[in-house]
């Protein structure tokens, strides 16, 4: 099944004038800066944010230049964040690509960073709608805050998969949530509508997350990282934490502890990745994703009425929990 092509079945034009718009975005006259967003546009991407947000706004009303301004403007921020994440995690690669820190210095990375920021706020802007460069703001500082989550708990000695959820639902769960709910603004939703529709995004973004942080535990070149990679930067992911709290071995409890403090060398990552598999650590994240899953299957079938919609936002999450990659 071609996953991704049901999926934009509904919203085809409308995402060919996303993407166009988009890719104005990252234009410029400026040689250097001109240079560094060509790299950065390379990417690509499979888009599946924005169409989150085209998907939403069609399921309640129409897609309209609001939403598209809404959509580049999430989209060019989520951009500005992985750029500045990369500094902060000293990162040399991003999606199989080299890093706009690797390729060119931290110094570009962060101004390239913040030009693509006031860029997303200048389209957000062109929405004139209050409540959705409101949400796009808080999207921001929501962001930073799981940012400096994430690395405050590199220095939490405690295991926690609360902490962990804590950290997702501020950082990727947080991206998916306001493309669902600004869709759903951006179309006239009612206070309600919006809501559920952000639960839904919530819910679709945990998935996304848990399936990413599996993906570390095996080695595959179209992942674009190398398998421990989450560990060799300080984070301790699913399936590795519910092993270490189903049998807290001091050995391996240990090596967490040289995790978080960004001592652990790569044989010693190896044997988390085994421990994390013979605990079962692989089949309880897996599980936890099918709970998400029912979740977000109750707003598909109560929320969305139109078929083709129902169908690409079904096919969407059966994409997002089933992706090799």
């Known amino acids: 099944m071609d996953y991704l092509k049901q999926i934009r079945q509904p919203i085809e034009g409308d995402l ?8 104005g975005a990252l234009t410029h006259t400026d040689p250097l800066l001109s240079q560094v967003l060509h790299h950065i546009s390379q990417r690509g991407g499979k888009r599946m944010r924005p169409i989150l947000m ?3 706004a069609k399921n309640y009303g129409s897609i309209s230049d609001v939403t598209l301004n809404a959509a580049v403007g999430l989209e060019l921020l989520h951009t500005a964040s992985l750029v500045h994440d990369d500094v902060v995690d000293e990162s040399g690669e991003r999606r199989g690509q080299a890093s706009v820190n690797a390729s060119y210095n931290n110094k570009v990375a962060v101004l390239v ?8 706020l200048l389209h957000v802007a062109y929405t004139s709608n209050g409540v959705i460069i409101q949400n796009l703001a808080e999207l921001g500082r929501t962001l930073a805050r799981g940012e400096i989550l994430q690395l405050s708990n590199i220095q939490n ?9 804590e950290v997702i639902k501020k950082k990727t769960a947080a991206l998916f949530e306001s493309c669902a709910a600004i869709g759903a603004l951006s ?11 952000r639960l839904f995004g919530q819910n679709l973004g945990i998935i996304f997350q848990i399936r990413d942080d599996i993906f570390d535990y095996y080695d595959s070149k179209e992942i674009g990282k190398p398998t421990g990679n989450d560990m060799a930067e300080g ?3 699913l399936p590795i934490i519910y092993a270490l709290n189903k049998c807290p ?19 010693e990552i190896a044997v988390l990745v085994e421990f994390a598999k013979q605990q079962g650590g692989i089949e309880y ?22 078929a083709d919609i129902r169908e690409a936002l079904t096919t969407y999450l059966n994409y997002v929990i089933k992706r090799n990659y």
């Not at 060919?16 to 890719?23: C, H, R």
């Not at 179309?187 to 529709?197: F, I, K, N, R």
């Not at 050995?251 to 652990?264: D, I, N, P, W, Y």
């Not at 994240?285 to 139109?306: L, N, T, W």
């Open 113 to 120: 960073g913040d030009y693509l920021l006031s860029t997303a």
């Open 187 to 197: 179309a006239g939703a009612s206070p309600e509508e919006v809501e559920q529709a």
């Open 157 to 165: 000695t405690e295991i926690s998969e609360d902490v962990y959820y």
């Open 249 to 267: 071995m001091e050995s391996v409890q240990t090596l967490a502890r040289k995790v978080k403090a960004g001592t652990v060398n790569a044989d």
């Open 235 to 237: 984070k301790l992911t």
């Open 16 to 23: 060919e004038q996303f993407v166009k718009l988009f890719s």
């Open 285 to 306: 994240a897996e599980q936890r994703m099918r709970d998400f899953y029912k979740k977000s299957m109750v707003f598909i079938d109560e929320c969305v009425k139109q």
């Open 54 to 56: 085209l998907l939403l």
